[in-house]
């Protein structure tokens, strides 16, 4: 049978050969007739390779992400391993790092508990679709592959099989919990992060890297999908389109799956909306995925009528690197700036203050993405507002809906006017607190219907020790370049109630987890996040930027915008794209991240005032 296989494998390769290169994820080299031998005898080329075409220089951004970088070919590609900013810190056999003293850390929800408090607090100033773009973006680069293992492969970690099963690493709930103490739950169902050792490509003593199937660069893999081919199923192949699935409310939503098991919360028969092609995760994201592909074929359209000698490729290519550069100009020059500061942004390199072309691309620097920075991405669960409100397209208020009740559950958005009323509720309520507060449903219920209790935070911390982060002080010292030792060491970047709660936690500094430092840390100045967390964030930032070829500020890059053509992506906003796309959005606040205000009031989508694309620089 192996044998067979491997036969079976050789005679693919032979006829892909012709013009294609199996490369090896690892490695990213060219995969030699050992390796293929061995991923065909545990039966697992396809996942341990990618196929890619020659790579030409001129070419348009491949979907799956391969060419992106001319020496590295398969680097950028989807299943492009992770790396590191600091060296990894296990117990043997992966287990979670031990305490300065020998013994086990605290368990992740005892320290949850301690470290966050639960509750509601509002960020006055800023509105829900803070969270919803920032999820949205980490869903571009960050797979949703871990949570789904354990809500539908691996589901019995909390019973008496899920002991013997290495792959089970359940959330222990403490005797003393708060509020488990009176609800009998234990157990909180949870999977070990699968890593290349999960899919046979690394043997299993060997470092753990995390496997991640979304490509390593910011190119809207959550919305054109990602893997090879699949692009495929979502053109259309005439006039630059993507396919479009016209739901029962009369809105247009991506192809539909109506028997996916991943909606389990469509209330069926009524609701069957459920994507095919992308995914199905929280509510947020979701409806910006949505947003974003139904812009593509706004763009396509407008193209196509300005220039209609143009056929579906160049279309299509065109269209998705408008809608690319527009994503990226919203995150680093409309949202980081509110969260991260500005001024920070610019020293550190980050935005440039001008309107013009930027070049930082090096091409001895691989399109790599680092566990560390998907991971501190986490922290943004403390600002959730979990009661969405829901607004009618006239800006009256309708309801509030729990947003955890929404997740994977697409088919609410096909039936009434639910997505009307969620998009029109993303800019007119505002969002949860920045502090250290954590919503009480994304502490006790956070997938909604999938599980009786998760407490997203405590599988944060969790997870953080399953990727064995070293602690959080050695990931301060990289930021600082200072040494901490002892819990007074910290004591500049702790108000002295929060430290004294570290203290109460952790034996050592060095005891700190990652996510525990982070719930704790004081804000960067001048911006809205934990020092540590800003560092680790301009630190893959700066790579990306380095390493990107396709990178929409760029002048030399295939495809390159022209300076009015970037002009014209500089101009558009959050609130321009949600009046051009956004159903029945008539009426939007010009910085649609703050919350409607005297100095940003409501103004009609005519108005010059929102930042909408024009695409009239695009004429030839
Ligand atoms: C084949 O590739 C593997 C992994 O990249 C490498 O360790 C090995 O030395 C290579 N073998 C030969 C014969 O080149
Ligand atoms: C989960 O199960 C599905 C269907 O049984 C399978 O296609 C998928 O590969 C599995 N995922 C993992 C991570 O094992
Ligand atoms: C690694 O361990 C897992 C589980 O014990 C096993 O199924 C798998 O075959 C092992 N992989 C290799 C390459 O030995
Ligand atoms: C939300 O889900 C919970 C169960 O997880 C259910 O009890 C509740 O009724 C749901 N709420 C709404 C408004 O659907
Ligand atoms: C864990 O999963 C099992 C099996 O799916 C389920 O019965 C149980 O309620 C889950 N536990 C929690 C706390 O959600």
């Given at each position: 049978?192996?044998?067979?296989?491997?036969?079976?494998?050789?005679?693919?390769?032979?006829?892909?050969?012709?013009?294609?290169?199996?490369?090896?994820?690892?490695?990213?080299?060219?995969?030699?007739?050992?390796?293929?031998?061995?991923?065909?005898?545990?039966?697992?080329?396809?996942?341990?390779?990618?196929?890619?075409?020659?790579?030409?220089?001129?070419?348009?951004?491949?979907?799956?992400?391969?060419?992106?970088?001319?020496?590295?070919?398969?680097?950028?590609?989807?299943?492009?391993?992770?790396?590191?900013?600091?060296?990894?810190?296990?117990?043997?056999?992966?287990?979670?790092?031990?305490?300065?003293?020998?013994?086990?850390?605290?368990?992740?929800?005892?320290?949850?508990?301690?470290?966050?408090?639960?509750?509601?607090?509002?960020?006055?100033?800023?509105?829900?679709?803070?969270?919803?773009?920032?999820?949205?973006?980490?869903?571009?680069?960050?797979?949703?592959?871990?949570?789904?293992?354990?809500?539908?492969?691996?589901?019995?970690?909390?019973?008496?099989?899920?002991?013997?099963?290495?792959?089970?690493?359940?959330?222990?709930?403490?005797?003393?919990?708060?509020?488990?103490?009176?609800?009998?739950?234990?157990?909180?169902?949870?999977?070990?992060?699968?890593?290349?050792?999960?899919?046979?490509?690394?043997?299993?003593?060997?470092?753990?890297?995390?496997?991640?199937?979304?490509?390593?660069?910011?190119?809207?893999s959550n919305v054109y999908n990602f893997e090879q081919g699949f692009i495929n199923h979502i053109r259309t192949f005439k006039n630059g389109l993507l396919k479009i699935y016209p739901a029962e409310n009369g809105l247009l939503?991506?192809?539909?799956?109506?028997?996916?098991?991943?909606?389990?919360?469509?209330?069926?028969?009524?609701?069957?909306?459920?994507?095919?092609?992308?995914?199905?995760?929280?509510?947020?994201?979701?409806?910006?995925?949505?947003?974003?592909?139904?812009?593509?074929?706004?763009?396509?359209?407008?193209?196509?009528?300005?220039?209609?000698?143009?056929?579906?490729?160049?279309?299509?290519?065109?269209?998705?690197?408008?809608?690319?550069?527009?994503?990226?100009?919203?995150?680093?020059?409309?949202?980081?700036?509110?969260?991260?500061?500005?001024?920070?942004?610019?020293?550190?390199?980050?935005?440039?203050?001008?309107?013009?072309?930027?070049?930082?691309?090096?091409?001895?620097?691989?399109?790599?993405?680092?566990?560390?920075?998907?991971?501190?991405?986490?922290?943004?669960?403390?600002?959730?507002?979990?009661?969405?409100?829901?607004?009618?397209?006239?800006?009256?208020?309708?309801?509030?809906?729990?947003?955890?009740?929404?997740?994977?559950?697409?088919?609410?958005?096909?039936?009434?006017?639910?997505?009307?009323?969620?998009?029109?509720?993303?800019?007119?309520?505002?969002?949860?607190?920045?502090?250290?507060?954590?919503?009480?449903?994304?502490?006790?219920?956070?997938?909604?219907?999938?599980?009786?209790?998760?407490?997203?935070?405590?599988?944060?911390?969790?997870?953080?020790?399953?990727?064995g982060f070293s602690p959080y002080i050695k990931y301060k010292e990289f930021c600082t370049k200072k040494s901490y030792k002892k819990f007074s060491d910290l004591k500049d970047s702790f108000s002295s109630e929060r430290l004294?709660?570290?203290?109460?936690?952790?034996?050592?500094?060095?005891?700190?987890?990652?996510?525990?430092?982070?719930?704790?840390?004081?804000?960067?100045?001048?911006?809205?996040?934990?020092?540590?967390?800003?560092?680790?964030?301009?630190?893959?930032?700066?790579?990306?930027?380095?390493?990107?070829?396709?990178?929409?500020?760029?002048?030399?890059?295939?495809?390159?915008?022209?300076?009015?053509?970037?002009?014209?992506?500089?101009?558009?906003?959050?609130?321009?794209?949600?009046?051009?796309?956004?159903?029945?959005?008539?009426?939007?606040?010009?910085?649609?991240?703050?919350?409607?205000?005297?100095?940003?009031?409501?103004?009609?989508?005519?108005?010059?005032?929102?930042?909408?694309?024009?695409?009239?620089?695009?004429?030839?």
């Open positions: 049978m192996v044998r067979r296989l491997i036969f079976l494998a050789y005679f693919s390769l032979c006829v892909r050969n012709l013009n294609a290169v199996l490369y090896d994820c690892i490695s990213g080299q060219p995969a030699n007739s050992t390796q293929l031998r061995i991923y065909a005898e545990r039966n697992n080329i396809e996942v341990c390779t990618v196929d890619v075409k020659p790579c030409d220089p001129e070419e348009w951004q491949r979907v799956d992400g391969s060419c992106n970088n001319l020496k590295y070919p398969s680097r950028g590609a989807f299943r492009t391993p992770t790396i590191r900013l600091l060296p990894l810190d296990f117990s043997p056999n992966y287990e979670p790092r031990k305490a300065c003293d020998g013994g086990d850390l605290e368990l992740p929800r005892k320290l949850r508990t301690e470290l966050l408090c639960s509750g509601k607090v509002s960020e006055m100033k800023l509105t829900q679709l803070v969270s919803y773009y920032i999820l949205f973006s980490t869903g571009d680069i960050n797979s949703i592959h871990d949570p789904l293992n354990y809500l539908f492969n691996i589901t019995y970690c909390c019973t008496p099989k899920g002991k013997d099963d290495y792959r089970c690493t359940p959330i222990k709930v403490p005797v003393h919990d708060p509020v488990h103490r009176f609800s009998g739950i234990s157990c909180m169902n949870l999977t070990r992060p699968q890593s290349f050792q999960t899919y046979g490509c690394l043997d299993n003593n060997t470092d753990f890297v995390r496997i991640v199937f979304q490509t390593p660069i910011y190119d809207l939503f991506p192809e539909t799956d109506p028997e996916s098991i991943i909606c389990k919360l469509n209330q069926r028969p009524r609701e069957t909306l459920c994507h095919k092609y992308l995914s199905n995760n929280a509510i947020g994201p979701n409806i910006m995925t949505i947003l974003f592909y139904r812009q593509h074929n706004k763009i396509a359209e407008e193209l196509h009528k300005l220039n209609p000698s143009w056929n579906d490729d160049r279309l299509f290519f065109t269209a998705r690197n408008i809608n690319i550069a527009i994503s990226l100009q919203i995150l680093l020059y409309e949202l980081l700036p509110i969260l991260l500061g500005r001024k920070n942004l610019i020293k550190d390199g980050i935005i440039s203050c001008d309107e013009g072309f930027r070049d930082l691309y090096d091409e001895n620097i691989e399109p790599l993405m680092t566990d560390e920075y998907a991971y501190v991405h986490r922290w943004f669960h403390v600002i959730q507002e979990t009661s969405m409100k829901f607004y009618d397209k006239d800006g009256y208020f309708v309801k509030t809906y729990p947003l955890v009740n929404a997740t994977g559950h697409t088919g609410m958005l096909g039936v009434d006017d639910n997505m009307v009323y969620i998009t029109q509720g993303s800019f007119r309520q505002q969002s949860g607190g920045f502090d250290f507060i954590i919503d009480p449903d994304m502490s006790e219920r956070a997938l909604g219907g999938f599980q009786l209790a998760t407490d997203v935070g405590a599988f944060d911390l969790a997870k953080g020790r399953y990727f004294y709660r570290l203290m109460e936690e952790y034996k050592c500094p060095s005891d700190i987890d990652l996510m525990g430092g982070l719930w704790a840390e004081n804000f960067v100045k001048g911006g809205m996040v934990p020092e540590t967390l800003y560092c680790l964030l301009v630190e893959q930032l700066r790579r990306t930027l380095a390493s990107d070829r396709y990178w929409y500020e760029r002048p030399n890059r295939p495809h390159a915008f022209t300076e009015d053509q970037l002009k014209a992506i500089r101009k558009v906003t959050i609130a321009g794209v949600l009046c051009w796309v956004g159903d029945h959005v008539t009426e939007i606040q010009p910085k649609a991240f703050y919350i409607i205000s005297a100095k940003n009031p409501l103004v009609k989508c005519s108005s010059s005032k929102i930042g909408k694309l024009d695409l009239s620089a695009w004429k030839e």
